[in-house]
């Protein structure tokens, strides 16, 4: 079964159980070239394409599966991304990597890898 996560890094000091309804994600991981490195490093079929969206640039990871999206405002560093089509063994790679936790949107839990 193909999944939507909502990746990104778990709150300085934060327990390792993390509730779902009180999590932001709004840690920075880095900048949109080392997101995506380390994205590609991972899943090297992934190729990157760039569209213009309302709320700004978004980058788009496809050639998995997994699939992902980034959406970029210049200066500012990524917080989260989504990844999609992805495996439960997929995702734990890309967290484990990435040093990073996922949001389950279809089961609202957290994901540590």
């Known amino acids: 079964m193909s999944y939507d996560y909502l990746?990104?890094?778990?709150?300085?000091?934060?327990?390792?159980?993390?509730?779902?309804?009180?999590?932001?994600?709004v840690e920075p991981i880095g900048?949109?070239?080392?997101?995506?490195?380390?994205?590609?490093?991972?899943f090297p079929s992934v190729r990157w394409s760039e569209h213009v969206t309302p709320l700004g640039i978004a980058w788009f990871g496809r050639g998995g599966p997994p699939e992902f999206q980034i959406t970029y405002q210049d200066g500012l560093p990524i917080t989260n991304?989504?990844?999609?089509?992805?495996?439960?063994?997929?995702?734990?790679l890309i967290l484990r990597a990435m040093g990073l936790v996922a949001m389950d949107l279809q089961q609202e839990v957290v994901v540590g890898g």
Not at 7 to 25: I, K
Not at 31 to 42: C, G, M, Q, Y
């Open 31 to 42: 900048d949109l070239e080392e997101v995506k490195s380390a994205i590609s490093r991972v």
């Open 81 to 92: 991304f989504m990844m999609s089509h992805a495996s439960p063994e997929e995702v734990r």
């Open 7 to 25: 990746v990104c890094r778990a709150p300085l000091g934060s327990s390792q159980e993390l509730a779902f309804e009180e999590f932001e994600p």
